[in-house]
């Protein structure tokens, strides 16, 4: 089942390089036929799963078994010995170079043309790169020579062998080839040369006629299912589902970055539409307006909920999937980004028993979040949350989450008067957005409730304008308003790959760091690395503005003073800009000075 001799040499490389220790050797040894039995019966039937078919090529190796005990590392106590520190060790003793796959850095038609999904899967190998000089493959299994003759014989070109590790050969080839095989038997499905429907370039050309590829059929609901679990093991935000005029698009939002990840035939886009339309219980056959659903699955044990809106396009119908992961949603404070002086005045802010607190920003920039990581924190038996929202953004059974419905009229404004009766004691508010909402809301928290909802403005001070021109009465304001918080989000620093950088000159002028002439201000940045997909960041942290109302300020929202004099009165206190968050950020090697330049502005006083 597993080569012994092969099984004896890297297990005599890793006891040799201190990894393992004699006692560890044998154990593999001893035990290694009954565990790679048990390997085998567990692999085979979860590759039955992803790739849909009965029988499957499937081998275990000796680098799998070995990592299979889940060893602690001889020479690293409290580190496991896995698969890749075997693979990269195996690698280096065979001087093959050792390689990560990135799928967002592979060539999808090299990929799925260079082999066979098949004879890829049997053989554990991924073409990487396609030159007039060589075809460099990814192999599990360096040692077998004659494979590599075949196919130099076969492509009639050298090849170069890189070594990757199995698990990222097999998840490339499910992943490709599993989706491969599903669009082309859709497309098969689906060969006919009816028009477009959809496309309204093409409304001139239409003829008698109907066909269809039904979101049933099973090549769908499993491309479906692989685009799931692709976003899903991409932390994606977002998937896109574009229409063009040849073709349809798959691209995928990483860390606030959108990325192209599949082109499909124009023929299955629509049916792939009507799939992710379906389980968000949307009216397939409407495409003429704009829809919004929901669907919730599962994806390593947690459940992830999905928002799916859809719009008309001139090529077609767009669909946009927006991904909602309760890990981050119902985080920690302490997780957002918050530094602990700002941490402790927010935290002071939600302790309130009544009032009206308010983040702020862009859209994208975190608010949601935010307010479900705050109701998360304020949540117990003993206090009543009522929601109001539109759409829902993630169901929480510890909140009573109300949807907006403004065709029966029921809205943030009149929702608000009836909710009061509900006997809460914090409201969240979706957002403020016309002026009924705006002096409910007052009122919500005039009468002993903390409201907290979310207003469209570039930073604190300008929210009091904002809910003034809303209508609200300086002087009810100045009375409710606890505080105001105002955010942006930036890509992290990887930690697999930051390094210590120091800023150029005219980055530090860029940022007006004073006091900085003729000094080195240190900094991290990432140079990429397969963590982080090459990009040098890997997650997201909040910058944020956070603006307590003070009784001076109190005053001035009183008096309507310009936003100006508010935020001036702000920074005496010791409120921090966004900007200087940011270099704040920057300083403790969180972020670098692009993604903070990105994001904010330089106005620290108007």
Same mark, same amino acid.
């Given at each position: 089942?597993?080569?012994?001799?092969?099984?004896?040499?890297?297990?005599?490389?890793?006891?040799?390089?201190?990894?393992?220790?004699?006692?560890?050797?044998?154990?593999?040894?001893?035990?290694?036929?009954?565990?790679?039995?048990?390997?085998?019966?567990?692999?085979?039937?979860?590759?039955?799963?992803?790739?849909?078919?009965?029988?499957?090529?499937?081998?275990?190796?000796?680098?799998? /078994?070995?990592?299979?005990?889940?060893?602690?590392?001889?020479?690293?106590?409290?580190?496991?010995?896995?698969?890749?520190?075997?693979?990269?060790?195996?690698?280096?003793?065979?001087?093959?170079?050792?390689?990560?796959?990135?799928?967002?850095?592979?060539?999808?038609? =090299?990929?799925?043309?260079?082999?066979?999904?098949?004879?890829?899967?049997?053989?554990?190998?991924?073409?990487?790169?396609?030159?007039?000089?060589?075809?460099?493959?990814?192999?599990?299994?360096?040692?077998?020579?004659?494979?590599?003759?075949? !196919?130099?014989?076969?492509?009639?070109?050298?090849?170069?062998?890189?070594?990757?590790?199995?698990?990222? !050969?097999?998840?490339?080839?499910?992943?490709?080839?599993?989706?491969?095989?599903?669009?082309?038997?859709?497309?098969?499905?689906?060969?006919?040369?009816?028009? &477009?429907?959809?496309?309204?370039?093409?409304?001139?050309? =239409?003829?008698?006629?109907?066909?269809? +590829? &039904?979101?049933?059929?099973?090549?769908?609901?499993?491309?479906?299912?692989?685009?799931?679990?692709?976003?899903?093991?991409?932390?994606?935000?977002?998937?896109?589902?574009?229409?063009?005029?040849?073709?349809?698009?798959?691209?995928?939002? !990483?860390?606030?970055?959108?990325?192209?990840?599949?082109?499909?035939?124009?023929?299955?886009?629509?049916?792939?539409?009507?799939?992710?339309?379906? =389980?968000?219980?949307?009216?397939?056959?409407?495409?003429?307006?704009?829809?919004?659903?929901?669907?919730?699955?599962?994806?390593?044990?947690?459940?992830?909920?999905?928002?799916?809106?859809?719009?008309?396009?001139?090529?077609?119908?767009?669909?946009?999937?927006?991904?909602?992961?309760?890990?981050?949603?119902?985080?920690?404070?302490?997780? /957002?980004?918050?530094?602990?002086?700002?941490?402790?005045?927010?935290?002071?802010? +939600?302790?309130?028993?009544?009032?009206?607190?308010?983040?702020?920003?862009?859209?994208?920039?975190?608010?949601?979040?935010?307010?479900?990581?705050?109701?998360?924190?304020?949540?117990?038996?003993?206090?009543?949350?009522?929601?109001?929202?539109?759409?829902?953004?993630?169901?929480?059974?510890?909140?009573?989450?109300?949807?907006?419905?403004?065709?029966?009229?029921?809205?943030?404004?009149?929702?608000?008067?009836?909710?009061?009766?509900?006997?809460?004691?914090?409201?969240?508010?979706?957002?403020?957005?016309?002026?009924?909402?705006?002096?409910?809301?007052?009122?919500?928290?005039?009468?002993?409730?903390?409201?907290?909802?979310?207003?469209?403005?570039?930073?604190?001070?300008?929210?009091?304008?904002?809910?003034?021109?809303?209508?609200?009465?300086?002087?009810?304001?100045?009375?409710?308003?606890?505080?105001?918080?105002?955010?942006?989000?930036?890509?992290?620093?990887?930690?697999?790959?930051?390094?210590?950088?120091?800023?150029?000159?005219?980055?530090?002028?860029?940022?007006?760091?004073?006091?900085?002439?003729?000094?080195?201000?240190?900094?991290?940045?990432?140079?990429?690395?397969?963590?982080?997909?090459?990009?040098?960041?890997?997650?997201?942290?909040? =910058?944020?503005?956070?603006?307590?109302?003070?009784?001076?300020?109190?005053?001035?929202?009183?008096?309507?003073?310009?936003?100006?004099?508010?935020?001036?009165?702000?920074?005496?206190?010791?409120?921090?800009?966004?900007?200087?968050?940011?270099?704040?950020?920057?300083?403790?090697?969180?972020?670098?000075?692009?993604?903070?330049?990105?994001?904010?502005?330089?106005?620290?006083?108007?």
């Amino acid at each position: 089942m597993v080569d012994t001799e092969r099984l004896t040499w890297i297990l005599d490389q890793l006891t040799d390089a201190g990894m393992l220790h004699d006692g560890q050797r044998q154990d593999v040894l001893n035990r290694g036929r009954d565990q790679a039995r048990h390997i085998l019966l567990d692999k085979r039937a979860a590759m039955r799963r992803m790739l849909g078919r009965h029988r499957v090529a499937y081998r275990v190796t000796a680098i799998e /078994l070995i990592d299979s005990f889940r060893f602690i590392r001889h020479d690293q106590p409290g580190v496991r010995l896995d698969e890749e520190t075997i693979t990269e060790m195996v690698a280096e003793v065979l001087s093959v170079p050792f390689v990560h796959l990135d799928p967002l850095r592979l060539d999808y038609k =090299l990929v799925t043309n260079a082999f066979g999904g098949p004879f890829a899967e049997r053989h554990l190998i991924v073409a990487v790169e396609d030159t007039p000089e060589a075809l460099t493959i990814a192999m599990a299994d360096p040692w077998d020579k004659e494979l590599v003759e075949s !196919i130099s014989r076969v492509k009639n070109k050298p090849i170069k062998v890189v070594v990757a590790s199995k698990s990222e !050969i097999l998840g490339i080839i499910v992943e490709f080839h599993g989706f491969r095989r599903s669009m082309q038997a859709a497309e098969d499905d689906f060969a006919s040369d009816f028009p &477009d429907l959809g496309n309204l370039e093409q409304l001139y050309e =239409l003829e008698e006629g109907s066909g269809s +590829l &039904d979101a049933n059929d099973k090549p769908i609901v499993r491309a479906v299912w692989y685009l799931l679990n692709y976003a899903f093991e991409q932390r994606a935000s977002d998937i896109h589902l574009e229409p063009k005029r040849n073709e349809g698009w798959v691209r995928m939002r !990483i860390d606030g970055v959108l990325h192209q990840i599949h082109r499909l035939p124009k023929v299955v886009l629509p049916a792939m539409i009507s799939r992710f339309k379906m =389980l968000a219980r949307m009216d397939i056959a409407e495409r003429r307006r704009p829809q919004d659903g929901r669907f919730k699955t599962s994806f390593k044990d947690e459940q992830i909920e999905l928002r799916v809106s859809t719009i008309p396009t001139v090529f077609g119908e767009k669909v946009v999937a927006r991904v909602f992961d309760p890990a981050a949603q119902l985080a920690d404070l302490e997780g /957002l980004g918050f530094f602990p002086p700002e941490l402790a005045q927010y935290k002071s802010m +939600l302790a309130q028993n009544s009032g009206l607190l308010l983040v702020v920003g862009p859209t994208g920039s975190g608010k949601t979040t935010t307010l479900y990581t705050s109701l998360h924190h304020i949540q117990s038996p003993r206090v009543n949350i009522v929601t109001l929202e539109d759409p829902i953004e993630m169901v929480h059974e510890h909140l009573n989450q109300i949807a907006m419905q403004p065709k029966i009229g029921l809205t943030f404004g009149s929702a608000l008067r009836n909710v009061l009766r509900q006997d809460p004691d914090v409201v969240m508010v979706g957002e403020i957005r016309d002026e009924e909402t705006a002096q409910n809301a007052v009122q919500a928290a005039l009468t002993g409730h903390l409201v907290i909802s979310t207003i469209h403005t570039i930073d604190a001070a300008s929210a009091i304008g904002r809910m003034l021109d809303l209508g609200v009465l300086p002087f009810l304001l100045s009375s409710v308003l606890v505080g105001v918080v105002a955010q942006r989000l930036v890509r992290k620093n990887c930690l697999h790959c930051a390094v210590d950088d120091v800023l150029q000159d005219d980055e530090v002028l860029a940022l007006r760091i004073k006091g900085t002439r003729g000094k080195r201000l240190k900094v991290r940045r990432g140079v990429g690395c397969v963590k982080c997909r090459y990009t040098g960041y890997k997650g997201r942290t909040g =910058l944020y503005e956070v603006m307590p109302v003070t009784p001076r300020i109190g005053s001035l929202v009183h008096q309507q003073s310009p936003s100006a004099e508010i935020k001036r009165e702000a920074l005496n206190d010791g409120m921090l800009t966004l900007r200087e968050y940011g270099i704040k950020k920057i300083a403790f090697g969180e972020t670098t000075f692009d993604e903070v330049m990105a994001v904010t502005d330089d106005r620290s006083v108007y």
